[in-house]
């Protein structure tokens, strides 16, 4: 497989095997194995998905197979198996935010990016999804850009941000207060890198 | 009875009381973090499980199991052994796991910690939902401070104990929600049910003896030891003592997380705190315990006690509390769609009725609302998801058929009117 450019991704940097020797020092010794799941966040925050090569070199420092980390990552929906764009906006329309409205939250931001959900737009700036439940249903309908959530929102307010993201701009805050960090970075943060131990 | 009135009586903040001053160790310090384990620590093991089996603590995840017991059941001479939090709320409808490592991050660690001390486990993981990257990182911090203040680490406050904790977070399976899923993530593997026995308390975390509880189930630990056993039994039912979180979400006035006694009813939940359905429309449905705990209940299921026992004395399950109001003007067969649909992109593919049956509902759901249902599918749906329950390996299957027996059973003339609309008949 090949990125959008039909290039070949990048070898995993220095940088990754360090911090993959940091978070596989952090289990029980013969325990490596549970690095994996977080290994292949870190390696999606190098290629924006996590690439064939990326798991041909992380089946190397855990001494397991090929086959064996692409059984893993094909099973978790948070691994991407193409390139995303910088922000992925992920809908819910699960009971609750159907109810309050997420399929036309939905259909708008396919309808202003020209692509379904799965899709990314040509400038590889924004990826759209389907998702299941967020569990924040009291702030229902709810979408989440790189995994930082916005609650109680509609259409046109969740077209604007995405129009801002997709100009260049900064999102306004969520519902927790927070501004979403770039794909990239939120992926860096979910390997647990910066985790206390 | 007015609204302020029934919060009067009603709320009883006991997990829920430190919102709002928590988000700090040392705001939590000063609503009584840590004194409960600090007095835990004063205690012999058995003594601390005793008073966790006298208040009768039951998991807060769904099944309800005794948490007392299920710590009695670690044997003592066989080491390491390990405490698992299992974070990954991803059940449709229920946002109070998610509330409480947000809000109150310490109260959860402290009770992790005494549940750690009670088994003589050394290393706890917390394995947190995936997307959950807020509450993560404000248990990431927490940790820190809990190492900072030495509540974890070597010789705890001089006890000679010692504890660490590992974040894992999840990639996205509801699955992992299913405490051995969850260890077979855990350990770097497909998130896909074990065979029991072998139990976790014997064979869990990399075989060895381990611990799996809830969130919510941690959170009402240091309570109970700061306070004892019969304070707690004073809330509640016999066999459902204490607090719980309901999540009260959909066609309501005020969606939210509610901390009232076990047995408090669904009408006070929903037309109460949640203040009725939306724009003075009737009451349709709900689920009194999210997607895994239909059947669905109707309008006449309003009486009902929130409780374990009750609630399946009705003929549903309590699950883990969350609430989905179905107003009037809402579409079953599509509510029905959109569980069936979580089950079948959910179902981890290990079990053929499980996953070739909800793919198969699934379908045929899509049918009625795309204008194309037959009178025939209702027979063929029921069929299938005859043949999905009892036949698969965890109760994710089992649960998958119940959205569309107990909406084909309750609202059938929902679906024939599809059929003859050539489509749904009520858009949302």
Request: hydrophobic content about 35%; proline content about 5%.
């Amino acid at each position: 497989m090949s990125d959008r450019n039909g290039s070949k991704p990048a070898p995993l940097t220095a940088d990754f095997h360090a911090s993959a020797r940091k978070i596989m020092g952090r289990y029980p010794p013969g325990r490596e194995r549970s690095a994996l799941l977080p290994l292949l966040y870190l390696a999606q925050s190098e290629h924006g998905y996590v690439s064939p090569e990326a798991m041909g070199e992380i089946a190397g420092l855990l001494g397991l197979t090929k086959a064996e980390v692409a059984a893993v990552q094909t099973f978790y929906t948070m691994y991407k198996r193409h390139p995303q764009g910088k922000w992925l906006v992920s809908i819910c329309t699960q009971p609750s935010c159907t109810l309050a409205g997420a399929n036309e939250i939905k259909e708008r931001l396919e309808r202003d990016c020209g692509i379904s959900c799965g899709g990314t737009t040509e400038d590889g700036l924004v990826s759209l999804e389907e998702v299941e439940c967020l569990c924040a249903c009291d702030g229902a309908p709810v979408v989440s850009v790189n995994y930082e959530n916005y609650e109680k929102i509609d259409a046109e307010q969740m077209a604007s941000i995405v129009q801002t993201l997709r100009s260049g701009g900064v999102a306004p805050r969520g519902a927790r207060g927070e501004v979403p960090e770039d794909f990239a970075s939120v992926n860096r943060r979910m390997s647990g890198l910066e985790a206390p131990r | 009875m007015t609204d302020v009135l029934l919060k009067t009586l009603l709320e009883t903040k006991v997990i829920t009381a430190r919102y709002g001053s928590a988000d700090t160790i040392d705001g939590a310090l000063a609503g009584g973090a840590y004194l409960a384990f600090r007095k835990a620590l004063g205690m012999t093991q058995d003594e601390v499980i005793e008073i966790v089996k006298a208040a009768g603590l039951r998991g807060r995840g769904g099944a309800g199991f005794p948490t007392g017991t299920k710590w009695g059941f670690i044997p003592k001479d066989v080491r390491p052994s390990y405490l698992v939090c299992n974070a990954d709320e991803g059940e449709p409808g229920t946002f109070k796991d998610r509330e409480l490592m947000e809000r109150d991050p310490h109260q959860l660690i402290e009770g992790m910690a005494i549940g750690a001390y009670a088994i003589g486990s050394n290393e706890m993981y917390i394995y947190v939902r995936g997307e959950f990257a807020y509450a993560a990182r404000v248990l990431e911090r927490a940790v820190g401070e809990a190492y900072e203040r030495g509540y974890l680490g070597r010789n705890i406050l001089g006890s000679g104990f010692d504890l660490d904790v590992i974040i894992q977070r999840g990639a996205g399976a509801y699955i992992c929600g299913e405490e051995t899923a969850l260890l077979e993530s855990l350990e770097g593997r497909r998130g896909q049910p074990r065979l029991r026995p072998p139990f976790p308390a014997t064979h869990g975390l990399y075989a060895k003896p381990t611990v799996v509880n809830n969130v919510e189930t941690f959170a009402c630990v240091p309570h109970i030891i700061t306070n004892g056993p019969d304070w707690f039994k004073s809330f509640g039912t016999e066999k459902s003592p204490g607090t719980k979180i309901f999540c009260v979400s959909g066609d309501v006035v005020r969606p939210g997380n509610y901390e009232v006694p076990f047995s408090t009813t669904a009408r006070d939940l929903i037309e109460g705190f949640g203040g009725g359905v939306k724009d003075g429309k009737k009451l349709k449905a709900f689920t009194p315990g999210g997607a895994s705990s239909t059947p669905f209940f109707g309008p006449d299921k309003l009486d009902v006690n929130m409780d374990w026992e009750s609630v399946m004395a009705a003929g549903s399950l309590l699950g883990t509390g969350a609430m989905i109001v179905f107003a009037e003007d809402a579409c079953m067969v599509r509510a029905a769609l959109r569980y069936t649909a979580f089950y079948a992109h959910e179902s981890c593919g290990k079990c053929t009725p499980c996953r070739e049956g909800t793919y198969w509902i699934e379908s045929t759901l899509r049918r009625f609302e795309a204008g194309a249902g037959r009178e025939e599918d209702l027979k063929i749906m029921l069929d299938v998801a005859g043949n999905i329950g009892g036949r698969s390996f965890c109760a994710l299957g089992d649960f998958a058929t119940a959205p569309v027996t107990s909406t084909v059973q309750l609202w059938r003339d929902e679906y024939t009117a599809h059929i003859k609309n050539k489509g749904c008949p009520f858009g949302r």
